[in-house]
């Protein structure tokens, strides 16, 4: 787990901003209901994905496990190598509204052009 991102969306009130994704990579922007990006995950090395619509949808709260079920597909070489990123509603946390699995996961502030990158 990434304590500095599952922290940083408990104590704040993140929202995703937007989701964007080109080749392997993939970005989520976190921001404050003040609007500017705030954070952004960044995950390089995506093996797979899914949103359902997470974007705008309120407060979200997220952490970094190693892969469960939605990686059970990979073999045990690969799930040693790659995170899983959990992104759920914090009115409902059991409430997946995204997830990924990359082979490396970093936060770090964002920047302006994160809010251009595809997606």
Do not use: C, Q
């Not at 059970?72 to 699995?101: C, G, M, Q, Y």
């Amino acid at each position: 787990m990434d304590p500095d991102l599952h922290e940083e969306t408990v104590r704040g009130n993140l929202s995703v901003r937007h989701v964007g994704f080109a080749r392997d990579e993939l970005r989520v922007v976190l921001a404050s209901t003040r609007g500017e990006p705030a954070l952004v995950v960044e995950l390089k090395g995506v093996h797979s994905f899914f949103d359902r619509g997470v974007a705008n949808y309120g407060p979200v709260v997220a952490h970094v496990t190693e892969p469960g079920s939605f990686g059970w597909h990979l073999s045990a070489e690969d799930r040693a190598r790659h995170r899983e990123v959990h992104i759920n509603a914090k009115a409902d946390p059991t409430n997946n509204l995204f997830r990924a699995i990359a082979r490396s996961v970093r936060t770090r502030t964002g920047e302006s052009e994160d809010r251009n990158f595809p997606g």
